[in-house]
Nanobody, 124 residues
Framework: QVQLIESGGGLVQAGGSLRLSCAAS????????MGWFRQAPGKGREFVAS????????NYADAVKGRFTISRDNPKNTLFLQMNRLKPQDTAIYYC?????????????????WGRGTQVTVSS
């Protein structure tokens, strides 16, 4: 089991940037794929981005492709999400998650450990 704690959320104007971090504890972080999901008010949780266990492959939702970048630092047990050109529709709680797979899956069912989330609010 991996314990995950997100940070870096906040309030930003449209067009701005934020960098989310996810600190992981547990020995399995560097051997599994990791991902970011988000949940907007009144909506279900949706996939944002994922990264393979080595960091060599990534996968993005169409809504964020070209604006967000997922990365990881395995020696530091940390996952990142760089978010640029933010839009009001990016407003949501963002969750870090650890997969049961090694590849960059987008399926919610492939993720077994979840953080508590960090709020991102983008004003227009």
């Amino acid at each position: 089991q991996v314990q995950l704690i997100e940070s870096g959320g906040g309030l930003v104007q449209a067009g701005g940037s934020l960098r989310l971090s996810c600190a992981a504890s547990g020995r399995t972080f560097s051997s599994v794929a990791m991902g970011w999901f988000r949940q907007a008010p009144g909506k279900g949780r949706e996939f944002v981005a994922s990264i393979s266990w080595t960091g060599g492959a990534t996968n993005y939702a169409d809504a964020v492709k070209g604006r967000f970048t997922i990365s990881r630092d395995n020696p530091k047990n940390t996952l990142f999400l760089q978010m640029n050109r933010l839009k009001p529709q990016d407003t949501a709680i963002y969750y870090c998650a650890a997969a049961t797979k090694t590849y960059e899956t987008s399926r919610t069912a492939d993720f077994s450990s979840w953080g508590r989330g960090t709020q991102v609010t983008v004003s227009s």
